[in-house]
Every structure is written in C-alpha cells, then in structure tokens.
C-alpha cells in the first residue's frame, strides 16, 4: 500500500473522505517521478528529501513533507502533470512564494507539489489597453517594480509582497494594505487561463475592459485557494501611478475617537489609499526598542494618500489634518520623505521584530484568528475585545487594523519552546473567532481558510452554503485531490498528516475550553 511520506503526527486522520491513496507504495511514486522528469526535466523534480524538506513549511507553525516536488515552465506541462496526477490518484497542492499565513501551499496528505515559481515570466504590460499578462510564479515585487518603470502600479501591495507570487495572490483573492481604495484583488482580474485536474485548459474572460457572459467563474477561482483548478496565466487591470503621495499619522488617547475620525474621513469623499490603526501596546513596544519618542495613546492612525498634483494632495491633506484634530487627535503629522514615512508607519510594519527583540526567542506565526473582518461600528470594540482575550491568556499580540473596511490583525508571537504557550494562543483563537462571528464579522477576511482554519468553515458559511461548496468541488475535482484538506471542504479538522514544527508542541494535548 503506498503510504505518504508525510504520516508523522499521531493524530486521527478521520477526515480524509475524498483523497484516495494509489496503490503501489515507493514503486508507483518511481514511475511517477521519472514520468514527471520526461515531462518537465529531470532538473526540475525534486525527489530527495532533504530537499523536499524545504517545501514542508510556509508563515504557518505546521509541517508536511510531499512525496514529489515538480516544477513545470508552461501551461502545456501543467497539464501533463495533473493528467499524470490524476491518472495515480496523487495529491496535487500548488505553490507559489510558501507565504501562506493559513497552510493553504502545504501538502498535508503528502503527494506532489506544484511549485509554479519558475513560471515567471511578465508576458506583457499594454499601457494602450491598461493590462499586464503574467504567468502565476511572478513575484509582486518584481511585477510591481516593473509597473512603475513604466508609470504604472497594481496597487495591491500585499504584507509579503517580496515573497507572494501573483498565482497565490489570485487564488487566494487577498487584500492589499491599499485594498480600502482598490479593493480585492480579484475584481482586478480581465481573463485568466485555469488548467483543470482532467487536463482541459479553461480561458476565462477577454482582455477587454467588460463583459458580461455568463457565471463569472473567474471569480470563482479567484480565492479558490488551489482546490479547483491551477492557475497558469493571468491577464490583469493595471493603473496609472499617481504622481504625489504622502502619509498622515495622529495619536488617540480613545479607540472610539481613533475609529470616528476614521469613518469621517471615511465619508468626507477623501480617496485616502490606506486607512490604518494600531493599538496602544504596539506603540508602546515600538518605542521601547526603537526610542522614537511616540506619545502615550490608546491607538495610532495612520494613512496613505494620493494626489494628481500638489493642490490636490494638499487639499485632501487639509480635510484629513482637520478630522483628525477635531476627533482629539494627537501630534498630527505629515510625512513625504522616505525616512519620515518610515516612520510614521513603524508601529505597523515593525512590530514584529521589535517584539522579539523585547522578548528574544519569541516568533510571530500564522494562526486562524489573524484576519477576522467585523462592522464599520464594531472596530473599536472588537480591538478592546481580542486585546483583551489575548492578555487573559497571556500571550503577546500586536493588534492592528485596516480602519476603513473592518479586518482587524492580532499578529500573535508565542514562544515555541514552550507547549502551555502554544495551547495558550489556540484558546485565545478559538473565543476570539466565536466573538468575531457572534457580533456578525467573517473569520477570514483575507488570508481565506486554508488548512488552519478548517475546523471554523462549518459555522463560518453554515450547512447550506458548505453542501454548495462541496457540490462545486466534486464537479471540478471529482477525484477530491486538488489541494486536498483546504478550506474545510473534504476536512474540517486539522490533524492530517502533519506535524507540529517546534519540538516542545504535544499533539494529543485538547485546547482547554
């Protein structure tokens, strides 16, 4: 019987209900891999295990070994693997940058690997028609620095933007930190081209700027997370760069005046790109390290705006100033330089080393409670709230937010040598999701479900909605072995074949209630 190589926790593998394991053992996965190695080259199938190691881990604290790593150049090859796939009946999770917060690129019923990273090729940037063709293994960095050569962006500049690629972008339908203005990434998306399990090569959607042509499946795949089909090739809505830009920063003693100054802005028709806040621990752990001199304060904003010349950056600059000060804002401040930007967005983007620098040893890890999205008018408490449950439990968390669309980030360190601390932060996940759904906000909001958030997708989405999800599953993916154990679909537990990464977790141990 051919096991997975991965089998390493002792865990109940009960939810595997779909993927059927071929026949076979170390002889079928021979075949399979000199199969692949005739179709992609033998330099680009990884089969040690040394080597497959690397692809065991992304940001999230699980571990699962594939059996097999391949790595296609071209749509044409994509296809011949999966047919190859299917033909063996082998689990199939693609990858791109390994930047998965929620273990949406781990291979947790072991299998092959999709690692589409040498698939990253910028095809075309049209300034004529507004749109870039890319294959899915770019990198956004890279796709980005290109834009601007040419005065134009893709304004989603996600939180791992030197990592993510634009396959694992799309498939995971995220935000960016300037979502508030531009939305989600997959209403960006003109065409793209999805290979599915049985080898048939789907081209959704035109390069023109609309169309309405029946169910809009490409906004089905967008966010799909891998589980329905690959994504080989992109046709994507860019933008002219905007020629100004400053950041807008103010302190709060009062999270209710933070958030009030927020909607206001919000509702002032100022186009602000970023509406931002961080909470008072943040601040606090951000001058202790960094000694930048911040004042004492409940929450800090923070805030990108664009202009199409100076008098119009000014003048939104004035409205935001104003709205901040009358909300009792603290030391308003205007930022234009890199260096004061920089620091004027410090409390957001540099609390995590500057906790671990606090407490050496500790780690920032992915966790499911680490992009719920709650109402407009439920920020400020829902901030209290999981701040709250995190301190209870005693466990360390920066809390931020993007003000303007409701998804709050508790960025939680742990120590990992330390199991009752591990323990610790799934409690804490588990109120703060249940309060999050009690109040009416998702549990997901951008990092989408994933692996580690499979035991919360049945009250998530409900009965009805969930039969549908898996109704769609088996017409794509009959066999169930696309990206299997994902988004709760074939599995709502988290105990496949894998392990825990730090040593000091005991994987029989139940949460406390």
Not at 148 to 163: C, I, N, Y
Request: hydrophobic residues 40%.
């Amino acid at each position: 019987m051919y096991t997975l190589s991965t089998s390493l926790s002792s865990g109940s593998s009960s939810g595997r209900r779909n993927a059927r394991k071929p026949k076979g053992g170390g002889q079928q996965l021979s075949q399979i891999e000199e199969k692949a190695k005739s179709i992609v080259g033998e330099n680009n199938v990884v089969a040690d295990k040394v080597d497959r190691v690397a692809y065991a881990r992304d940001l999230t604290p699980y571990f699962a070994i594939p059996d097999i790593v391949v790595l296609p150049q071209n749509s044409d090859q994509v296809v011949k693997i999966l047919r190859l796939a299917s033909e063996h009946n082998i689990p199939v999770t693609p990858r791109g940058g390994g930047a998965s917060f929620q273990g949406s690129s781990l291979a947790v019923r072991g299998g092959l690997v999709l690692d589409l990273s040498r698939m990253n090729k910028i095809l075309e940037i049209s300034r004529e028609d507004l749109v870039a063709v890319v294959q899915p293994g770019v990198r956004y960095e890279t796709f980005e620095h290109e834009l601007e050569r040419q005065g134009l962006t893709f304004p989603h500049d996600v939180g791992s933007h030197d990592a993510a690629t634009i396959g694992g972008i799309l498939a995971s339908d995220s935000n960016g930190h300037h979502a508030y203005k531009y939305g989600r990434v997959g209403s960006w998306i003109q065409s793209m081209e999805v290979v599915l399990l049985d080898g048939r090569v789907l081209r959704l959607g035109t390069r023109a700027p609309r169309y309405n042509m029946g169910y809009n499946l490409s906004a089905l795949f967008a966010g799909s997370e891998g589980t329905l089909g690959i994504i080989t090739e992109a046709t994507l809505r860019v933008i002219p760069r905007m020629p100004v830009f400053a950041s807008i920063g103010a302190f709060f003693e009062d999270l209710d005046d933070l958030m009030a100054a927020s909607h206001e802005i919000n509702m002032s028709g100022v186009d602000a790109g970023t509406l931002e806040a961080t909470d008072g621990y943040t601040v606090k752990t951000i001058n202790d390290v960094m000694d930048l001199g911040f004042p004492e304060c409940e929450g800090n904003f923070v805030g990108d705006v664009e202009g199409f010349d100076e008098e119009n950056l000014q003048h939104k600059l004035r409205i935001m100033s104003r709205i901040l000060e009358e909300n009792n804002g603290k030391e308003v401040t205007v930022a234009r330089d890199d260096a004061s930007i920089k620091r004027l967005w410090s409390p957001r983007l540099d609390i995590d080393i500057a906790i671990c620098k606090v407490h050496p040893g500790y780690r920032e890890i992915g966790f499911a409670a680490a992009d719920p999205c709650v109402p407009l008018s439920k920020m400020a408490e829902a901030m209290r709230k999981i701040g709250e449950i995190i301190r209870d439990q005693g466990i360390l968390a920066a809390v931020f937010c993007h003000t303007g669309i409701g998804i709050i980030h508790p960025a939680v360190l742990f120590n990992p040598n330390d199991s009752d601390h591990w323990h610790a932060m799934k409690r804490a996940e588990k109120e703060i999701l249940e309060y999050v759904m009690d109040i009416g906000g998702a549990v997901t909001a951008e990092h989408g479900f994933g692996y580690v958030k499979n035991t919360y997708v049945r009250r998530a989405v409900g009965e009805e909605k969930l039969a549908i999800d898996r109704q769609i599953k088996e017409i794509f993916d009959p066999a169930g072995i696309l990206n299997p154990g994902k988004m709760g679909i074939d599995s709502e537990e988290r105990d496949d074949d894998v392990r825990f990464i730090f040593p000091a977790y005991v994987p029989d141990k139940e949460v406390e209630e």
